[in-house]
């Protein structure tokens, strides 16, 4: 058992305390690897803003939990190495059991999300009730979910959203004791959010998709009032990397994400937390791709890695400072 405050980490409570009152959010980035690690790092240290590091289980399968355990020790170190002492979560995204996430809670995480939302709503009480009780005898936050994203998650395809009903809400948080919830307003997993034929073009001639569910939003906030709320699913799908991609071999589909300004609004209210992942894979790979067809000769993977990270930096910067407000928040 390795506590997460020997690995210099911290858990979510008064980063969310603060982003609330402050009426800002804190980044939720994926990670997998070094260079998306060491992206986030540098872009949070540049913007002094604090950072939820954030490990699905499919990630942890990929990187090894004692390599992540290490990481995210490295994350602290080179945070201050970079010169800002920044609070950084260490958070499983999406765990799907009690025994995942004591796992790691074990493994030095200091916050869990315990999803059950696909559950009948007494399990899901019942099993992140469970995760609760054991996190909390270790200063670990737990995120719970109510409401189904529409998209996929770990090969988890879900059709269509089940929006969150805000008459659920306010019995989950009492009986469950999670710290933060997330829920289903709109948002949904992956790059391929919304198709074109489902979005009308606005005056610029830009394709904007349905608009998300602030009333549910609101009527949510009503009931649990300051309690911290989680947006998953918040990509934006920045249409210069699909275009990127495209033109550079790849063979992606027109798709529409989440447009920045609902999610700068989102981030104004109780929600605190947002989660951005597919944008920075189409980030990443419109930066090798882009490499690989200007230089094939290119064989040595500092070269097409490197770009990749720099953009994957530029994007965070740009995620934290225009989207979610973060910064200077540290
Ligand atoms: O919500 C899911 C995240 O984007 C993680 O995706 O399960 O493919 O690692 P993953
Ligand atoms: P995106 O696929 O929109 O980046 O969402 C990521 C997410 O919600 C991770 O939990
Ligand atoms: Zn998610």
New binding site residues.
Partial sequence: MVSYKELGLVNSRDLFKKAIAGKYAVP?F?FNNMEQMQAIVQACVATNSPVIL?V?SGARKYANQTLLRYMAQGATEYAKELGANIPIVLHL??GDSFELCKSCVEYGFSSVMIDGSALPYEQNVELAAKVVEYAHKYDVTVEGELGV?A?I?DDVQHEHHTYTQPEEVEDFVKKTGVDSLAISIG?????F?FKPEQCTLNAEGKLVPPPLRFDILQEVEKRIPGFPIVL????SVPQQYVDTINQYGGKLDAAV??PEEELRKAAESAVCKI??????RLAMTAAIREVFAKKPAEFDPRKYLGPARDELQKLYMHKITKVLGSDNKA
Avoid: R, V, Y
Wanted: aromatic fraction near 0%; avoid cysteine.
């Fill in positions: 939720a994926n954030q699905s995204d999406h994203l998209g998650e948002t949904s997993h992956g790059a959010k998953h699913g918040a990509s994400g989440i989660n951005i992942d597919s944008d920075g």
